[in-house]
C-alpha cells in the first residue's frame, strides 16, 4: 500500500508535458500508485469533455475527475459526486461588471459532460485567440441576445480573457464589484500575455474535492499529496499533507515553501511519486 490514499494531479502543465501528452515515466508511476491503493484525482480548470479526453491516456477507469476549478466532482464515466453552481442572478451581476471593463464574458452552463458555452455576438471584440477558441468548440456554443439577461439557469462559471499584466488586479475587481458572493480564480497560459478569470461560486477551488474525499472517505489531510503549476492549484496543495509544484510552475508558487519538482517535460510528476510516494 501507498502511504498516500489521495494523488490529486493538475492536467496541463503538470499531468502532460508541452506536447500534450503522459511521459511513460509518469504514466507507470500514476499507475503504480493506483494499484497500491491510491486514489487518483485530477483537478483542472478544463471542463469534463476536454478534461476526460486528455486523461484517457492513463488508462485508470476509476479515476476521478474534478473540473472547472472543482465546481463539478465526477467519476470518469460521467457520474456526478457533486457541484457547486453560481446563482443566475449572481451570474448576470458578473457578466454586466465584466462588460463595464471592456471584456467578452463567455458562461459555462449545465453539469452533463458537455457543457453549453453561452456567448454573445461580441464580431470584432473578440480578439484572435478568443475567436480561435469558439471556433474550436463550435459544437457546444449557443448564442444569445445578452448574457445580462438571458440566463436560463444557474451555471458553472462566468470566464474573461485578460491580459496577463491586469490579471490579479481585475480579479480583485469582480470581487470588490460582487461583495464576495463571487470568487475569481485565475490562470495564466502557455503565452504568458493572456490569462483567464474565472468567476465561480464561493464555495469551488480545486480544494473542495480534496476535502470531499477526505470527509466521506475516512482519510486525513497528510494521506493526500496534490501536484500542481498555476494559481488555480493553490488552495489544493495547502490543503494537501504534501504540496508540490513544477519547475515550469509560475514563479509565485515556487516561493511558498511547496516542494518543487523537475518540469513536465522532465517526468516531475513521476519524480515526485517517486520521492515521496512509495516506499523506499
Not at 499584466?165 to 470581487?175: D, I, K, S
Request: hydrophobic share 40%; with cysteine.
Amino acid at each position: 500500500m501507498t502511504r498516500y490514499k489521495v494523488i490529486a494531479l493538475d492536467i496541463d502543465g503538470t499531468l502532460l508535458n508541452s506536447c500534450g501528452r503522459v511521459s511513460e515515466r509518469t504514466y507507470k508511476s500514476v499507475q503504480r500508485a493506483a494499484e497500491e491503493g491510491a486514489v487518483i484525482l485530477v483537478a483542472t480548470g478544463r471542463r469534463f469533455f476536454t478534461a476526460k479526453q486528455r486523461v484517457l491516456q492513463l488508462e485508470l477507469p476509476n479515476m476521478l475527475l474534478a473540473v472547472h476549478n472543482g465546481a463539478i466532482l465526477k467519476q470518469l464515466n460521467g457520474e456526478l459526486l457533486y457541484h457547486r453552481l453560481l446563482p443566475r442572478e449572481t451570474a448576470q451581476q458578473v457578466v454586466e461588471v465584466a462588460k463595464e471593463m471592456g471584456l467578452c464574458p463567455v458562461v459555462f452552463a449545465g453539469v452533463d459532460d458537455e457543457a453549453a458555452i453561452l456567448v454573445e455576438d461580441y464580431g470584432d471584440k473578440l480578439d484572435s485567440w478568443e475567436k480561435g477558441y469558439l471556433r474550436e468548440n463550435h459544437r457546444f456554443l449557443c448564442e444569445v441576445d445578452n448574457l445580462s439577461t438571458d440566463l436560463p439557469d444557474d451555471v458553472i462559471e462566468v470566464i474573461c480573457v485578460v491580459p496577463t499584466v491586469n490579471l490579479h488586479q481585475l480579479a480583485e475587481v469582480f470581487e470588490e464589484r460582487l461583495n464576495g458572493e463571487v470568487k475569481s480564480i485565475v490562470v495564466t497560459t502557455t503565452d504568458w500575455q493572456r490569462a483567464f478569470i474565472g468567476l465561480t461560486n464561493p464555495d469551488v477551488s480545486k480544494r473542495e474535492p480534496l476535502r470531499f474525499l477526505a470527509e466521506n472517505g475516512n482519510i486525513d489531510q497528510t494521506e493526500i499529496i496534490a501536484i500542481g503549476d498555476n494559481y488555480n492549484d493553490l488552495e489544493m496543495l495547502e490543503f494537501a499533507g504534501v504540496g508540490v509544484v513544477m519547475e515550469n510552475a509560475v514563479p509565485a508558487l515556487k516561493q511558498m515553501g511547496f516542494h518543487v519538482t523537475a518540469s513536465n517535460d522532465e517526468d516531475g510528476v513521476a519524480k515526485a511519486l517517486e520521492e515521496f510516494v512509495f516506499e523506499r
